[in-house]
Protein backbone atom coordinates (compact mmCIF):
# COMPACT_ATOMS: atom_id res chain seq x y z
CA UNK A 1 0.00 0.00 0.00
CA UNK A 2 1.21 3.41 -0.72
CA UNK A 3 3.00 5.11 1.86
CA UNK A 4 0.90 8.79 2.11
CA UNK A 5 3.39 11.63 1.39
CA UNK A 6 4.52 13.69 4.38
CA UNK A 7 3.84 17.67 3.81
CA UNK A 8 2.37 20.00 1.43
CA UNK A 9 2.26 17.60 -2.26
CA UNK A 10 4.68 19.49 -4.21
CA UNK A 11 6.85 17.88 -7.31
CA UNK A 12 9.98 17.82 -4.91
CA UNK A 13 7.96 15.65 -2.25
CA UNK A 14 6.72 13.16 -5.74
CA UNK A 15 9.81 13.06 -6.91
CA UNK A 16 11.17 11.94 -3.47
CA UNK A 17 8.97 9.23 -3.55
CA UNK A 18 9.86 8.08 -6.46
CA UNK A 19 13.00 7.61 -6.24
CA UNK A 20 12.65 5.76 -3.06
CA UNK A 21 10.71 2.80 -4.97
CA UNK A 22 13.36 2.95 -7.72
CA UNK A 23 15.93 2.32 -4.64
CA UNK A 24 13.97 -0.23 -2.43
CA UNK A 25 13.12 -1.92 -6.06
CA UNK A 26 9.26 -1.35 -5.85
CA UNK A 27 9.91 -0.31 -9.32
CA UNK A 28 11.93 -2.84 -10.56
CA UNK A 29 14.52 -1.97 -13.51
CA UNK A 30 13.32 -2.93 -16.88
CA UNK A 31 9.50 -2.15 -15.44
CA UNK A 32 6.78 0.33 -16.56
CA UNK A 33 5.90 2.84 -13.94
CA UNK A 34 2.07 3.81 -13.19
CA UNK A 35 0.95 6.72 -16.16
CA UNK A 36 0.98 10.25 -14.43
CA UNK A 37 -2.68 10.23 -14.17
CA UNK A 38 -2.66 7.82 -11.38
CA UNK A 39 0.12 9.28 -9.86
CA UNK A 40 -1.66 12.05 -10.01
CA UNK A 41 -4.29 10.65 -8.71
CA UNK A 42 -2.82 8.34 -5.67
CA UNK A 43 -1.14 11.72 -4.56
CA UNK A 44 -3.71 13.60 -4.71
CA UNK A 45 -2.41 16.35 -7.15
CA UNK A 46 -2.14 17.73 -10.49
CA UNK A 47 -0.66 16.14 -13.24
CA UNK A 48 1.71 18.35 -14.10
CA UNK A 49 3.25 18.30 -10.53
CA UNK A 50 3.89 14.60 -11.24
CA UNK A 51 5.20 15.50 -14.93
CA UNK A 52 7.62 18.03 -13.06
CA UNK A 53 9.08 15.62 -11.14
CA UNK A 54 9.48 12.30 -13.07
CA UNK A 55 10.72 14.65 -15.67
CA UNK A 56 13.96 15.38 -13.48
CA UNK A 57 14.28 11.92 -12.95
CA UNK A 58 14.68 11.14 -16.28
CA UNK A 59 17.03 14.29 -16.56
CA UNK A 60 19.61 12.19 -13.77
CA UNK A 61 18.74 8.98 -16.20
CA UNK A 62 16.83 7.28 -13.50
CA UNK A 63 13.79 6.64 -15.58
CA UNK A 64 13.30 6.47 -19.19
CA UNK A 65 10.53 8.44 -20.59
CA UNK A 66 9.13 7.51 -24.42
CA UNK A 67 5.93 9.00 -26.18
CA UNK A 68 3.19 6.60 -25.91
CA UNK A 69 5.25 3.72 -24.61
CA UNK A 70 5.42 4.97 -20.80
CA UNK A 71 7.80 5.57 -18.86
CA UNK A 72 9.95 2.52 -17.28
CA UNK A 73 13.09 2.03 -14.96
CA UNK A 74 15.94 1.73 -17.02
CA UNK A 75 17.80 -1.74 -16.87
CA UNK A 76 20.72 0.43 -16.74
CA UNK A 77 20.44 3.83 -15.84
CA UNK A 78 23.27 5.86 -16.36
CA UNK A 79 23.85 8.61 -14.03
CA UNK A 80 24.22 12.08 -15.33
CA UNK A 81 26.50 14.33 -13.29
CA UNK A 82 24.74 17.42 -11.48
CA UNK A 83 25.74 20.35 -9.54
CA UNK A 84 23.73 21.88 -7.17
CA UNK A 85 24.21 25.84 -7.43
CA UNK A 86 25.38 26.71 -3.38
CA UNK A 87 23.77 30.08 -1.46
CA UNK A 88 26.78 31.63 -0.92
CA UNK A 89 25.25 32.71 2.44
CA UNK A 90 24.45 29.54 3.42
CA UNK A 91 27.82 28.52 2.84
CA UNK A 92 29.43 31.15 5.08
CA UNK A 93 26.45 30.05 7.70
CA UNK A 94 26.87 26.37 7.62
CA UNK A 95 30.40 26.51 8.41
CA UNK A 96 29.23 28.66 11.58
CA UNK A 97 30.17 32.18 11.00
CA UNK A 98 28.53 35.45 10.43
CA UNK A 99 27.30 36.71 7.01
CA UNK A 100 27.36 39.76 5.53
CA UNK A 101 26.58 41.30 2.04
CA UNK A 102 27.83 44.47 0.28
CA UNK A 103 27.01 45.19 -3.24
CA UNK A 104 30.47 46.99 -4.89
CA UNK A 105 28.86 48.03 -8.15
CA UNK A 106 26.14 47.73 -9.82
CA UNK A 107 25.18 49.32 -14.08
CA UNK A 108 23.79 48.24 -17.18
CA UNK A 109 26.46 47.77 -19.24
CA UNK A 110 27.96 46.44 -23.17
CA UNK A 111 29.08 42.69 -22.08
CA UNK A 112 32.70 41.88 -22.83
CA UNK A 113 33.55 40.31 -25.46
CA UNK A 114 34.03 36.70 -23.98
CA UNK A 115 31.05 36.89 -22.06
CA UNK A 116 29.05 37.75 -24.63
CA UNK A 117 30.48 34.60 -26.76
CA UNK A 118 30.07 32.48 -23.45
CA UNK A 119 26.25 33.53 -23.16
CA UNK A 120 25.82 33.32 -27.27
CA UNK A 121 24.19 36.90 -27.29
CA UNK A 122 25.51 39.00 -30.17
CA UNK A 123 28.51 41.44 -29.37
CA UNK A 124 28.11 44.52 -27.20
CA UNK A 125 24.78 43.50 -25.90
CA UNK A 126 23.80 45.37 -23.06
CA UNK A 127 23.78 43.22 -19.53
CA UNK A 128 23.63 43.77 -15.56
CA UNK A 129 26.46 43.87 -14.15
CA UNK A 130 26.87 43.62 -10.77
CA UNK A 131 29.72 43.10 -8.23
CA UNK A 132 30.00 42.11 -5.21
CA UNK A 133 31.76 41.38 -1.90
CA UNK A 134 30.49 38.11 0.90
CA UNK A 135 32.07 38.61 4.14
CA UNK A 136 32.10 35.50 6.90
CA UNK A 137 32.94 36.70 10.34
CA UNK A 138 33.70 40.44 8.83
CA UNK A 139 36.42 38.60 6.86
CA UNK A 140 36.26 38.57 2.88
CA UNK A 141 35.03 35.12 1.64
CA UNK A 142 34.27 35.16 -1.95
CA UNK A 143 33.97 38.52 -4.62
CA UNK A 144 30.81 37.62 -6.85
CA UNK A 145 31.33 39.61 -10.25
CA UNK A 146 28.40 38.80 -12.47
CA UNK A 147 26.50 39.78 -15.78
CA UNK A 148 22.86 38.80 -15.96
CA UNK A 149 20.70 39.07 -19.04
CA UNK A 150 17.83 42.22 -18.65
CA UNK A 151 15.62 39.38 -20.29
CA UNK A 152 15.68 37.12 -16.76
CA UNK A 153 12.18 37.26 -15.67
CA UNK A 154 11.50 39.21 -12.50
CA UNK A 155 15.39 40.91 -12.41
CA UNK A 156 13.26 44.77 -12.71
CA UNK A 157 12.23 44.68 -8.76
CA UNK A 158 15.28 42.64 -7.83
CA UNK A 159 17.06 45.12 -5.38
CA UNK A 160 20.97 43.89 -5.21
CA UNK A 161 21.69 46.61 -2.52
CA UNK A 162 20.23 43.59 -0.04
CA UNK A 163 20.28 40.65 -1.41
CA UNK A 164 23.02 39.02 -3.05
CA UNK A 165 22.54 38.13 -7.29
CA UNK A 166 23.95 34.31 -6.43
CA UNK A 167 21.12 34.45 -3.68
CA UNK A 168 17.96 36.07 -6.24
CA UNK A 169 18.48 33.49 -9.06
CA UNK A 170 19.12 30.38 -7.30
CA UNK A 171 15.67 31.37 -5.61
CA UNK A 172 13.83 33.01 -8.28
CA UNK A 173 15.13 31.03 -12.14
CA UNK A 174 14.83 27.80 -13.02
CA UNK A 175 17.68 27.04 -14.81
CA UNK A 176 18.47 23.53 -17.07
CA UNK A 177 22.09 23.88 -18.07
CA UNK A 178 24.84 25.53 -17.63
CA UNK A 179 28.38 25.47 -17.61
CA UNK A 180 31.44 25.56 -14.85
CA UNK A 181 34.99 26.20 -14.85
CA UNK A 182 37.52 25.67 -11.85
CA UNK A 183 40.91 27.17 -11.68
CA UNK A 184 43.47 28.40 -9.69
CA UNK A 185 44.68 32.45 -10.17
CA UNK A 186 47.26 34.39 -8.65
CA UNK A 187 45.60 37.60 -6.67
CA UNK A 188 46.55 40.73 -8.09
CA UNK A 189 47.03 44.28 -6.33
CA UNK A 190 42.93 44.80 -6.31
CA UNK A 191 41.82 41.40 -4.77
CA UNK A 192 45.44 40.90 -2.41
CA UNK A 193 43.67 44.15 -0.99
CA UNK A 194 40.30 43.28 -0.84
CA UNK A 195 41.28 39.46 0.42
CA UNK A 196 44.39 40.84 2.59
CA UNK A 197 47.06 38.82 1.45
CA UNK A 198 49.66 39.07 -0.91
CA UNK A 199 49.86 40.02 -4.43
CA UNK A 200 50.30 36.67 -6.21
CA UNK A 201 48.68 34.20 -3.67
CA UNK A 202 46.73 31.77 -5.31
CA UNK A 203 42.80 31.99 -5.56
CA UNK A 204 40.21 29.50 -5.85
CA UNK A 205 38.17 30.72 -9.17
CA UNK A 206 34.80 29.58 -10.70
CA UNK A 207 33.38 30.54 -13.25
CA UNK A 208 29.27 29.84 -13.93
CA UNK A 209 27.33 30.02 -16.53
CA UNK A 210 23.60 29.00 -16.78
CA UNK A 211 20.70 28.46 -19.11
CA UNK A 212 16.65 28.38 -18.87
CA UNK A 213 16.46 26.15 -21.88
CA UNK A 214 17.46 28.86 -24.50
CA UNK A 215 17.74 32.12 -22.65
CA UNK A 216 20.93 32.60 -21.27
CA UNK A 217 20.51 33.66 -17.65
CA UNK A 218 23.95 34.93 -16.40
CA UNK A 219 27.98 34.50 -16.26
CA UNK A 220 29.36 34.98 -12.84
CA UNK A 221 32.89 34.33 -11.95
CA UNK A 222 33.26 34.19 -7.89
CA UNK A 223 36.88 34.55 -6.69
CA UNK A 224 37.72 32.82 -2.85
CA UNK A 225 40.12 33.91 -0.53
CA UNK A 226 43.31 31.93 0.02
CA UNK A 227 42.71 28.10 1.22
CA UNK A 228 38.97 27.92 0.16
CA UNK A 229 38.02 24.06 -0.47
CA UNK A 230 34.86 23.15 -2.58
CA UNK A 231 33.09 20.57 -1.19
CA UNK A 232 30.19 18.73 -3.04
CA UNK A 233 28.36 14.93 -3.57
CA UNK A 234 27.60 12.93 -6.76
Known amino acids: MP ?4 GPVSWQAIQAEALRRIRDREWKPGSL ?3 EAQLAAEFGCA ?3 VNRALRELADLGLLERRRKAGTRVPLNPVRRATFQIPIIRQDIEGRGA ?3 YRRLGQAVEPAPEAVSALLEL ?4 ELLHVTALHRADGIAFCHEDRWINLAVPGLETADFSVTSPNEWLVQNTAYSSGSIEFFAAEADGAMAALFGCRPG ?4 VMDRSTWA ?3 AITAVRLTYAPGHRLTTEI
Do not use: N, W
Request: proline share 21%; charged share 10%; no cysteine.
Open 213 to 215: GPL
Open 201 to 204: AALF
Open 33 to 35: IPH
Open 98 to 100: AYD
Open 122 to 125: APGQ
Open 3 to 6: RPLP
Open 47 to 49: RAT
